[in-house]
């Protein structure tokens, strides 16, 4: 069974700059689709950014031009960049990842979080104004 663990979360001013990462057990990475979620407290779940095999990547609309994911198939991890951040960046973030997939991956693929067959447990980020 894959594991799923994030590090790098915490507490940043607004300006700041935090990077995430998240390592992956078990033997497959390079087979499947990896992307970023975070909940605000009160809120639903929601799509912050997917990388799929190929490398394409995908951002949510409020996250564009902030926010960088990246992976390395080698060390089964995938980060993510987060600049210029905002109070309203506040959540725990949280990487998943797909079941084996297609080399290519569409926006609307990455976006639903019904494709993630493993989720990690969670990073609190805290933006403070």
């Known amino acids: 069974q894959v594991q799923l663990v994030e590090s790098g979360g915490g507490l940043v001013q607004a300006g700041g700059s935090l990077r995430l990462s998240c390592v992956a057990s078990?033997?497959?990475?390079?087979?499947?689709?990896m992307g970023w979620f975070r909940q605000a407290s009160g809120k639903e779940r929601e799509f912050v950014a997917g990388?799929?095999?190929?490398?394409?990547?995908y951002y949510a609309d409020s996250v564009q031009g902030r926010f960088t994911i990246s992976r390395d198939n080698a060390k089964k991890t995938v980060s993510l960049q987060m600049n210029s951040l905002r109070p309203d960046d506040t959540a725990v973030y949280y990487c998943?990842?797909?079941?084996?997939?297609?080399?290519?991956?569409?926006?609307?693929?990455?976006?639903?979080?019904?494709?993630?067959?493993?989720w990690g447990q969670g990073t609190q980020v805290t933006v403070s104004s």
């Open positions: 998943a990842k797909t079941r084996r997939t297609a080399f290519f991956a569409t926006r609307q693929y990455l976006e639903s979080q019904n494709v993630y067959e493993s």
């Open positions: 078990g033997r497959t990475f390079s087979d499947a689709a």
């Open positions: 990388i799929s095999r190929s490398g394409e990547t």
